[in-house]
């Protein structure tokens, strides 16, 4: 069994040499649930970004990024197939998640047409047994009585779950999810956690999501990976995470008061034990 996700001496410079991120090594095995935890700023977007292919690594070095199986980038070259890589990678990202204008079940098939003719994607052309899926996928998520509703008039919530059934339609091994609860409400916030939580366990699927909410993580993921100015400063089980890991992690942006129950040395609560 390869990894699903493989980093290899990964840097990122941006303009004026600020480094943002500086990753020695980084390995995920298919099925886990990794949260990538961190103050503002300090990498996990560009980190995801890297690993998607929209964002490219520094040139020279190592640089290398696998994601099932396949080398999405290297040596500050993204691969040419990069597209096909994509296939396989789902992304529940805030910013572009789905085409408002457009009924969600068609947000939905959008994940269908890596593997259909052009021909076949035609508005309405999609195949009886791609729209049966993305049915199934829209049931599975919960929404699927909104399915003809335009996309722009979903909750925010209702459409990360929009995106995660577009995602399991895609039939994706991997998915990415960059603050996909950043703005929810907390019963939306807990739905889009479980609904990963579910793909992750029901169906193997690996998920890495990167989350502000340090209690969600130890909730929600077995793994957790903190970062600090773009490196790796923890990377273990909910139940390691006390509070010297948290100050090395937040620094002096001291957490926000939810997140207090996990910034304890007290017993953590059963679900971090686990
Ligand atoms: N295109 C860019 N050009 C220059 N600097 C950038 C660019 N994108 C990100 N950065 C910088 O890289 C650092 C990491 O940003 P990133 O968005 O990955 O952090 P983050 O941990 O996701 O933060 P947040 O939790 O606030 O979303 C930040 O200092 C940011 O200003």
Redesign the pocket.
């Known amino acids: 069994m390869h990894p699903a996700i493989v980093i290899e001496a990964l840097e990122k410079t ?2 004026g040499n ?1 480094r ?1 991120l500086d990753i020695a090594s980084l390995t995920v095995m298919p099925g886990e649930m990794v949260a990538i935890i ?10 995801l ?1 890297h690993l998607s292919g929209l964002a490219r690594a520094d040139r020279g070095g190592t640089n290398r990024i696998v994601v099932n199986g396949r080398c999405v980038q290297q040596r500050g070259h993204i691969a040419r197939d990069v597209r096909q890589i994509r296939a396989g990678i789902g992304f529940v990202f805030q910013q572009f998640n789905l085409v408002g204008r457009l009924p969600v079940l068609t947000n939905v098939l959008a994940g269908a047409l890596s593997r259909l003719p052009l021909w076949r994607t035609l508005p309405g052309w999609f195949p009886e047994c791609e729209q049966e899926r993305a049915h199934q996928a829209l049931k599975r998520v919960g929404i699927e009585e909104l399915s003809q509703q335009r996309a722009s008039t979903l909750s925010g919530g209702q459409q990360q779950r929009a995106a995660i059934a577009r995602a399991l339609v895609q039939g994706a091994q991997v998915i990415l999810a ?2 996909p609860i950043a703005s929810l409400d907390p019963e939306s916030s807990r739905r889009v956690m479980q609904t990963l939580a579910d793909l992750n366990r029901q169906d193997g699927i690996t998920v890495l999501v ?1 989350l ?1 909410q340090v209690d969600v993580a130890m909730q929600f993921c077995r793994r957790i990976v903190a ?1 600090r100015h ?1 490196r790796v400063v923890f990377d273990g089980a909910p139940s390691e995470l006390t509070t010297g890991v948290l100050s090395e992690v937040y620094g002096s942006e001291l957490p926000s008061p939810e997140l207090e129950p996990a910034v304890t040395e007290a017993p953590l609560p059963a679900y971090a034990r686990a």
């Not at 961190?38 to 980190?47: D, N």
Request: charged share 25%; hydrophobic share 25%.
């Open positions: 941006f303009q600020r943002v961190g103050a503002s700023g300090s990498g996990k977007s560009t980190l970004r960059d603050e990167s502000h970062l773009g």
